[in-house]
Structure formats: C-alpha cells, structure tokens
C-alpha cells in the first residue's frame, strides 16, 4: 500500500487521531502528539504544509511499532482504502 504524496503535517496529525493520538502542544513549527492508550507515546510532527515522503514514512513505521500492527494495517487505518499494489 503505498503513503499519500501530498499529506501535511496537520493532516497527518488529524489522521492520527483516529488509533488515538492528540496534539499535546506545539512550538515553533512543530507540533507534539501524544497517544491516549494504555501505555504513554510521543511524537513530533513538523507543521509543513508538505511532509516528505522518508519523515510520512518514519512517523508511521513508529506509530504501526507502537500499537503493534503493521504500517500496512496502519495506513488501511488512516487513509481508509486500499491503494494498487506496487508494479
């Protein structure tokens, strides 16, 4: 499944609060997200009206770690839809 292109960080932030995260606060162009669940999770999200591709990627390899499912499942999760497989 392949990451959307053209995700902003505060779409991303927004995404992310459907598997339970929420901005905690924010300084400078950086926001600070923090998961609600059982164990405690921070992450930090540059408020860019484009996020690269390799930072989309990371934030979403230590998301999928932290709630222990696949970024595969992870961005089924986010994005809700299934993209064409890669060629």
């Given amino acids: 499944m392949r990451i959307p292109r053209d ?3 505060e779409d991303l932030a927004k ?3 459907k598997v339970g995260y ?3 606060r924010q300084t400078g162009s950086h926001m600070r997200l923090t998961a609600t669940g059982p ?3 921070h992450l930090t999200i540059p408020r860019h009206k484009s996020l690269r591709l390799g930072t989309v990627n990371g934030i979403l390899t230590d998301v999928a770690r932290h709630l ?3 970024k595969h499942e992870l961005v089924r999760r986010l994005w809700g839809h299934e993209s064409e497989p890669r060629t």
């Fill in 22 to 24: 929420r901005v905690t």
């Fill in 7 to 9: 995700t902003g960080g």
């Fill in 68 to 70: 222990s499912i696949s």
């Fill in 39 to 41: 164990r405690e999770h």
């Fill in 15 to 17: 995404l992310l609060e």
